[in-house]
């Protein structure tokens, strides 16, 4: 079974860092493009990063950029996405995803990022 | 940037009936990078179209995409109790490379 599973959310105070993970499974993950997809509360689904397989295609939204930094480590089968200089604005709970072509399949379960003093 | 705008913003509609959403782009989108996500309360997005038509694997046929250029639309055909819930439209384009539409929620009548 195809699976995705994320932690390292939780409460940080504002300019704080946070290091999201996903662990993934039941895939070739060396194979894939991997993506970070946030939901702000009660909001819509907002694209946050992406990285290629290798590693050598990042892509960032202008939101985070410079402040977040995507990552892989293909032998762990794992996702990263290191957050800092965090502020109100990023609280959401946090999706990685598999990148299948042009579209997004399947999702993690989600991690929720607190962003308060 | 190509900006989604997705329509009606709710849906009050009974079970049993159609359903039809749409998804209008800034500018036009190739068909391959079209793709429509159900999330339902607490859940994480689910794949249900991609490619703007193609089913994805375990959808349901009463689920249906269609569409090119700049508006595409996706139709439930009868409602099941269990389709009440956001629907999502995405493009892939080129930079970013990813938005999402604001989503519209059906919800029942």
């Known amino acids: 079974e195809v699976q995705l599973v994320e932690s390292g959310g939780g409460l940080v105070k504002p300019g704080g860092s946070l290091r999201l993970s996903c662990a993934a499974s039941?895939?070739?993950?060396?194979?894939?493009?991997m993506n970070w997809v946030r939901q702000a509360p009660g909001k819509g689904l907002e694209w946050v990063s992406s990285i290629s397989s290798s590693s050598s295609y990042i892509y960032y939204a202008d939101s985070v950029k410079g402040r977040f930094t995507i990552s892989r480590d293909n032998a762990k089968n794992s996702l990263y996405l290191q957050m800092n200089s965090l502020r109100a604005e990023d609280t959401a709970v946090y999706y990685c995803?598999?990148?299948?072509?042009?579209?997004?399949?399947?999702w993690g379960q989600g991690t929720l990022v607190t962003v308060s003093s | 940037e190509i900006v989604l705008t997705q329509s009606p913003g709710t849906l009050s509609l009974s079970p049993g009936e159609r359903a039809t959403l749409s998804c209008r782009a800034s500018q036009s989108v190739s068909s391959s990078y079209l793709a429509w996500y159900q999330q339902k309360p607490g859940q994480a997005p689910r794949l249900l179209i991609y490619g703007a038509s193609s089913r994805a694997t375990g959808i349901p046929d009463r689920f249906s995409g269609s569409g090119s250029g700049t508006d595409f639309t996706l139709t439930i055909s009868r409602l099941e109790p269990e389709d009440f819930a956001v629907y999502y439209c995405?493009?892939?384009?080129?930079?970013?490379?990813?938005?999402f539409g604001p989503g519209t929620k059906v919800d029942i009548k």
């Open positions: 995405q493009q892939y384009g080129s930079s970013p490379p990813v938005t």
């Open positions: 995803a598999r990148e299948d072509l042009y579209d997004f399949d399947p």
């Open positions: 039941g895939f070739t993950f060396s194979s894939y493009s």
